[in-house]
Nanobody, 123 residues
Framework: HVQLVESGGGSVQAGGSLRLSCVASRSLYSGACVGWLRQAPGKEREGVAA???????SYADPVKGRFTISKDNANNTVNLMMNSLKPEDTAMYYC??????????????????WGHGTQVTVS
């Protein structure tokens, strides 16, 4: 069954904002760290941000100060608010889950659970 479903991607001009959302299955939302990976064409998969069951967030250096990850416990949803977007943020963004937040942010290759992705394009 589908465990992670992303929404909210789109196209925006540099400096603009977008919000991504990920609805997670109850078991993942309450028991794992949920976050975001991204992959641009021809580039390695990259960790973006993650948040644990206690609401403690971790961010990759390129997005610190611009992106904010948060949880909506009523809807099993993890949101990623992206501000001050840059062309280098252009990528397919995937919601991901792992027992350890640090794995999502720093070892994205090791993440086994992720969604189908949503495209973000910044021009």
């Amino acid at each position: 069954h589908v465990q992670l479903v992303e929404s909210g991607g789109g196209s925006v001009q540099a400096g603009g904002s977008l919000r991504l959302s990920c609805v997670a299955s109850r078991s993942l939302y309450s028991g794992a760290c949920v976050g975001w990976l991204r992959q641009a064409p021809g580039k390695e998969r990259e960790g973006v941000a993650a948040i644990d069951s206690d609401g403690i967030a971790s961010y990759a250096d390129p997005v610190k100060g611009r992106f904010t990850i948060s949880k909506d416990n009523a809807n099993n949803t993890v949101n990623l608010m992206m501000n001050s977007l840059k062309p280098e943020d252009t990528a397919m963004y995937y919601c991901a889950a792992d027992p350890v937040c640090e794995t999502i942010v720093t070892l994205p290759r090791a993440v086994d659970i992720w969604g189908h992705g949503t495209q973000v394009t910044v021009s």
